[in-house]
């Protein structure tokens, strides 16, 4: 193949260093601190991250998915519980989250376990998608599967559509809901000159993520 040498890429950091004074003491706050900058600055859906999963034969497999909501205990995510993160989530619980804020030299990983969210969560987002996207969820009932083409899915929509006329509303799924991931380990990374990037780890090491004891580490780059 003809093209340029990615090595050649290169991006010279040269933002404010990070501070360990910086760093408030629970990790979700801090997240929140660095997510409020990332919105403001204009990111393009700064909530977009990057969730991988252990498939059954143990092989790792990420996608990026929408963070929809997070508070002291995690982060909140939906989709189909029947696709293939949704099988591989009940199967195994552990994930990986990776928020890359490039445009700010910014990162965040998150790691931890998912548990299933309570039907008043799931019903209540929901109702506040827009009805298209409510339809989509019934005409991605069979989410990851193979389709013969676009027609084949186009055609699934309308039939959902018109199974809800605009005056109806549209029920949630019962295979479609959201998880909360639990982190246990969280790393904010930020990028500096020489790749000599300033990069912190909180390490849950007793009870819960909301209320737990978290120690905070300083990382080699």
Do not use: C
């Amino acid at each position: 193949m003809n093209h340029f040498d990615p090595a050649e890429l290169r991006e010279s950091y040269g933002r404010s260093p990070l501070r360990r004074s910086d760093l408030v003491p629970h990790p979700m706050e801090q997240f929140h601190t660095w997510f409020t900058q990332v919105h403001g600055s204009g990111v393009v859906e700064p909530n977009a991250m990057i969730l991988s999963t252990v498939e059954p034969s143990g092989a790792p497999r990420g996608r990026t998915v929408l963070m929809k909501g997070y508070d002291s205990s995690g982060l909140r995510f939906f989709t189909n519980y029947r696709s293939r993160k949704g099988r591989a989530l009940e199967a195994d619980p552990r994930v990986s989250v990776v928020f890359p804020w490039h445009h700010m030299s910014r990162q965040v990983m998150i790691m931890g376990r998912v548990e299933r969210l309570s039907d008043e969560e799931n019903d209540r987002y929901f109702r506040s998608r827009p009805r298209g996207s409510q339809i989509g969820a019934w005409a991605s009932e069979q989410q990851s599967a193979p389709v013969e083409g676009r027609a084949e899915l186009d055609a699934r929509y309308e039939r959902m559509r018109h199974a809800w006329p605009d005056d109806v509303e549209v029920p949630r799924p019962a295979y479609w809901g959201g998880y909360r991931v639990h982190p246990a380990e969280v790393e904010f990374w930020r990028g500096s000159p020489d790749r000599m990037h300033d990069r912190f780890r909180y390490l849950l090491v007793e009870g819960e993520p909301s209320d737990g004891k978290w120690v905070i580490e300083r990382l080699s780059p």
